[in-house]
Structure formats: C-alpha cells, structure tokens
Nanobody
Framework: QVQLVESGGGLVQAGGSLRLSCAAS????????MGWFRQAPGKERELVAG???????VYADSVKGRFTISADNAKNTVNLRMDSLKPEDTAVYYC????????????WGQGTQVTVSS
C-alpha cells in the first residue's frame, strides 16, 4: 500500500504561480512513477504531468512550458510547479502513483483545489 499526502493549491489570479507537493509513504520502494491529474467540474479527469523513477517526464499539451514536475526519490516526494496559470487550469488536482507491478496509476491522494481567477 502507498499513502499520498498532498499540499498546496489555493486561489491565485491569472498569470500567477502555485506549487503542489505530494509525499508518499508505505511501500514506496515499489513506486515506478508519480504524477498529477486534474478534474474540472463537468470534465473528465486528465493527466497533467508524470515522472518516473528514471526522471523521464510527460506533460499534457495544455500545460507544456508552464508546468514543471519534479521528484525527490530519496524523499518519495513529487512537486508540480505551475506558472502562468490560466482560468482553465481551475480544477481539483490529484497526486497519483504507479507501482512497478501495475500498468496504470492505482494509488491516489485526496486532491487539492486550484482556482485561478480571471
């Protein structure tokens, strides 16, 4: 089992920045990748950014150049730096983990609200 604790989020004006943080505990030795998803009201959940244990990253096209994901494997944490925020970035952001024995993200945090005012 992997437990995730998220922090960050809040209200920010368009063009501003926020940093989300996520700390994993439990069977952290089994983590293959950590990522951030988001879900806006009335919309499907989508992958925002992901990073694996080797440092490879992937970003949604909508956030490329604005968001940066980073991880500290020793501390089992992952961060998401969000710059140049837009109102359409408003959503609940979830930290997630993919285990080495799984083919998809299976562990989830409770989510943190990000609201960007226009």
């Amino acid at each position: 089992q992997v437990q995730l604790v998220e922090s960050g989020g809040g209200l920010v004006q368009a063009g501003g920045s926020l940093r989300l943080s996520c700390a994993a505990s439990g069977r952290t030795f089994s983590i293959y990748a950590m990522g951030w998803f988001r879900q806006a009201p009335g919309k499907e959940r989508e992958l925002v950014a992901g990073i694996n244990s080797g440092g490879s990253t992937v970003y949604a096209d909508s956030v490329k150049g604005r968001f940066t994901i980073s991880a500290d494997n020793a501390k089992n944490t992952v961060n998401l730096r969000m710059d140049s925020l837009k109102p359409e970035d408003t959503a609940v952001y979830y930290c997630a983990v993919q285990s080495v024995v799984d083919t998809e993200y299976t562990y989830w945090g409770q989510g943190t609200q990000v609201t960007v005012s226009s």
